[in-house]
C-alpha cells in the first residue's frame, strides 16, 4: 500500500487542523493504520492509532481529548482532526500502515508502509 499525508500547515496556538491519508491499494480496509510525529532533534513518536474497521482508537497522552484519528474505507482514508494545538505538536506527522492483527501498537517498527509526512507548525 503507497500513502500519502497531507493537511499540514501553519496554525496559531489553539487553533485547528485536520490532516488526510489517502492510500492506494484495494487492501487498506485490512490495515490498522497509525499517526505518527517527529520534531526537529527527536524521535518519532506514536501519536494516535486505528483499528482496521475503525472500532478501536488509540492515543498517546499528550495529544488525548484534543486530537481525534478517524477512516473511511470507502475512500482508503484515515484523517486526524487536531484541536487546542500547542507549540509543542509542532512536528513532521506521518501516517502509516500495520498490517498485522495487533491493535494499537507505538513502536514506529511495528508498521511497515509510511507516508511522506506533512509539516506542522504552531506559532505561540
Known amino acids: 500500500v503507497q500513502l500519502q499525508a497531507s493537511g499540514g500547515g501553519l496554525v496559531q496556538a489553539g487553533g485547528s487542523l485536520r490532516l488526510s491519508c489517502a492510500a492506494s491499494g484495494r487492501t487498506f480496509s485490512s490495515y490498522n493504520m497509525g499517526w505518527f510525529r517527529q520534531a526537529p532533534g527527536k524521535e518519532r513518536e506514536f501519536v494516535s492509532g486505528i483499528s482496521w474497521g475503525g472500532l478501536s482508537t488509540f492515543y498517546s497522552d499528550s495529544v488525548k481529548g484534543r486530537f481525534t484519528i478517524s477512516r473511511d474505507n470507502a475512500k482508503n482514508t484515515v484523517y486526524l482532526q487536531m484541536n487546542s494545538l500547542k507549540p509543542e505538536d509542532t512536528a513532521v506527522y506521518y501516517c502509516?500502515?500495520?498490517?498485522?492483527?495487533?491493535?494499537?501498537?507505538?513502536?514506529?517498527?511495528?508498521?511497515?508502509?509510511w507516508g511522506q509526512g506533512t509539516l506542522v507548525t504552531v506559532s505561540s
Open positions: 502509516a500502515a500495520d498490517p498485522s492483527r495487533y491493535l494499537g501498537r507505538s513502536s514506529p517498527s511495528a508498521y511497515d508502509y
